[in-house]
Nanobody, 124 residues
């Protein structure tokens, strides 16, 4: 069965850190660009970060640059999103998704397989 599963979300205080993981079953993540998206209540889905299939290209939306780091662990068939210096405005459900497009496609419509999401809440 082909699945993407996100994990690592939770409740954290402002300034804290979380590490999200996107794990694949039934296929190899290394063949795909992987994007992380988030959606807060009442807001549109937002592209947060992306890593190309080779790992040579990464993208971060401006609001997370310098705080979030995306990486691949091909041995574990996972893609991780290290989130530091978290802010209340980072609160959202975070999703990972795969794309067969080269590089880092910016639009959610270019992604095919999606996980179920993991909740990140930043609050004191």
């Amino acid at each position: 069965q082909v699945m993407l599963v996100e994990s690592g979300g939770g409740l954290v205080q402002p300034g804290g850190s979380l590490r999200l993981s996107c794990a694949a079953s039934g296929f190899t993540l290394g063949y795909y660009a992987i994007g992380w998206f988030r959606q807060a209540p009442g807001k549109e889905r937002e592209g947060v970060s992306c890593i190309s299939s080779s790992g040579g290209t990464t993208y971060y939306t401006d609001s997370v640059k310098g705080r979030f780091t995306i990486s691949r662990d091909n041995a574990k068939n996972t893609v991780n999103l290290q989130m530091n210096s978290l802010k209340p405005e980072d609160t959202a459900v975070y999703y990972c998704a795969t794309s067969g497009v080269l590089g880092c496609p910016p639009r959610g419509s270019e992604y095919d397989q999606w996980g179920q999401g993991t909740q990140v809440t930043v609050s004191s």
